[in-house]
């Protein structure tokens, strides 16, 4: 399959015509203040993460450290339940604390990953999340039961943006209301949305529709060109698990990548699948360098096969290249 990365011209039904996304009415005709009020995006510079789609044309390694009930973990998404009634996939439990994995990050100069609070025991979650936060302060992200009340409190802590979805969804549809005070709140530009989404086949077409609550909610959102760009109005990123493969290690999901390329004007981090290095340059090409990607399961120090080292040399190998 021949995949080129042009401009997507894919209508999403769910995202509002551009008229109506400029004067503030949603797409089910309720009225809120104007994106355009919205605080503005800073300006960015090749040397922030933020900065990839528009400055730079590499794709970049985005650690990250997956807490439950205060562990390091690394656990199978699909297996996950919103409520927590059933047992999760666990393939790996660390010994070391959150921290030591932000120090490793800071060491081997890795901005831009993220920090997902998966549930259990929120509270040592948090400490666990806070002492990360202040091993590498500004250097990660941080998601997971992120909502208008408490975004703030994980910013001032030292978390460089905050990451949310299920808290701007009710009833498997976009609360806007929500999305936009949150984004006047804390400003677009420390703001993730997760768009982390499954694909269903209807006929002989296929699509990907997001997935909120812990990833067992469908939502009405269907992934395309037009709805991220919609979306981006609120947002400085977007990162994007393929919950099918998450954690399975059998493969990226190719189709998934070359849509956030083609479709996405804000940077987009993919996760989910990634076994090895070739992996990584089937993001890397698939996603014509406009791509992000992370590592979880995979990698040795989370118990898998593939060496952290080897990666961060590819790294440093692609922004060699860049750099000529």
Known sequence: MLLFCFPSTSSGIHAPPLTRRITGISPEGARHPPVARVRARPRL????????????????????????NGKVKQIVGSSLSADGSRASVVNFE????????????REHALPGGHIILLGGDREASERAALAALAAYPQGMQLGGGITEENAER?????????????YVFRDGRLDESRLLRLAHRIGRERLVLDLSCRSHISGSESAYYVYTDRWTRRTDLRIS???????SEY?????????????????IDEALV???????????????GVRDLADLE???????????????????????????????????RLEKMLAR
């Open 282 to 316: 089937r993001v890397r090409l698939v996603g014509c360098g406009r791509v992000d990607v992370t590592i979880g399961s995979a990698l040795d120090i989370f118990g898998g096969a593939l060496s952290f080292d080897m990666v961060v040399e590819w790294q440093r």
């Open 235 to 251: 947002c400085a990123e977007f990162l994007v698990h393929a919950v099918d493969v998450e954690g399975k290690q059998i493969g």
């Open 94 to 105: 660390a010994t070391q604390p959150a921290a030591y994995y932000a120090s490793l990050y």
């Open 154 to 166: 994980f910013l001032e802590a030292g978390a460089s943006h905050v990451i949310v979805t299920s």
């Open 225 to 231: 060109g037009q709805l991220l760009e919609w979306l």
């Open 258 to 272: 070359h849509e956030l390329a083609v479709g996405s004007p804000v940077p987009a981090t993919y996760a989910g």
């Open 45 to 68: 510079t090749a040397g922030t993460p933020t900065a990839r789609a528009t400055a730079e044309r590499v794709t970049r390694f985005r650690p990250c450290i997956d807490i439950h």
